[in-house]
């Protein structure tokens, strides 16, 4: 079973540096970070590309405008069926134990979906420190 992070991205060139960084800094590393950009026409591209130069763990797909759920569609053909996924809206940020965390609670709690409580931002740059505000699962694995 690998860990993947799909992150979806259209246009948050403000954001995604940010996001890609919180996925690179898990305690628990993911094997493939999955960026799908659906069309950005800001300096998106740069950045991402920056970042998968320097990252073999980064492989990134660019395509037509289409809206977030084609993303998840293209995505779908990168992943297996036993892949743990990890879903990444690019505005958005995982504390550094969220994998780590996750793994650990699938281990002791089998299920098919998991999610934390949302947390809200004091500042545009306040570092999440862990998840641990509470991991929820949703329906158990057969």
């Known amino acids: 079973m690998s860990s993947i992070c799909i992150i979806n991205n259209y246009n948050y060139a403000r954001y995604i540096g940010e996001c890609i960084e919180s996925a690179l800094q898990q305690v628990h590393p993911f094997d493939k970070i999955l960026i799908v950009d659906d069309g950005s026409t800001d300096n998106s591209k740069d950045i991402i590309d920056a970042y998968a130069k320097d990252n073999p763990r980064i ?8 809206g977030q759920l084609s993303c998840f569609n293209v995505a779908r053909d990168h992943i297996k ?33 998991y999610f934390c409580e949302p947390t809200q931002f004091q500042s545009p740059r306040s570092p999440l420190t862990t998840c641990l505000s509470g991991i929820t699962e949703i329906g158990r694995a057969s």
């Not at 492989?59 to 289409?66: G, L």
């Not at 940020?93 to 793994?103: A, G, R």
């Open 81 to 113: 069926d036993e892949d743990l996924v990890f879903f990444l809206d690019s505005d958005d940020v995982f504390p550094p134990d969220y994998t780590q965390q996750v793994i650990q609670q699938r281990q002791n709690h089998p299920a098919d979906f």
């Open 59 to 66: 492989e990134v797909v660019y395509k037509e405008n289409k």
